[in-house]
Nanobody, 114 residues
Framework: QVQLVESGGGSVQAGGSLRLSCAAS????????MGWYRQAPGKQRELVAV?????STNYADSVKGRFTISRDMNTVYLQMDSLKPEDTAVYYC??????????WGQGTQVTVSS
């Protein structure tokens, strides 16, 4: 089992920044990929960014150059700069294990006003 606890969401004006954190506990040795997803009202959950155990990363085209994912031990971060109103969503932390299980955090709201 893996437990994920997120923090750092909030409200910000367009152009501002926020930093999300996600602390993993439990069977963290099984995690090989961690990432952030988001879900806006009326839309499907979508990938924002992932980071693999080797350090490689992938980003959604919509956030490239503005968001940065990083990992330090059992915590993954999402630095979000130049935020836009369309970034408004609930952001979820995800941990994917070597045996194919996915774990999710409780979600944290990010609201960007114009």
């Amino acid at each position: 089992q893996v437990q994920l606890v997120e923090s750092g969401g909030g409200s910000v004006q367009a152009g501002g920044s926020l930093r999300l954190s996600c602390a993993a506990s439990g069977s963290i040795f099984r995690i090989n990929v961690m990432g952030w997803y988001r879900q806006a009202p009326g839309k499907q959950r979508e990938l924002v960014a992932v980071i693999r155990s080797g350090g490689s990363t992938n980003y959604a085209d919509s956030v490239k150059g503005r968001f940065t994912i990083s990992r330090d031990m059992n915590t993954v971060y999402l630095q979000m700069d130049s935020l836009k109103p369309e970034d408004t969503a609930v952001y979820y932390c995800n941990a994917h294990t070597v045996v194919g299980y996915d774990y999710w955090g409780q979600g944290t709201q990010v609201t960007v006003s114009s």
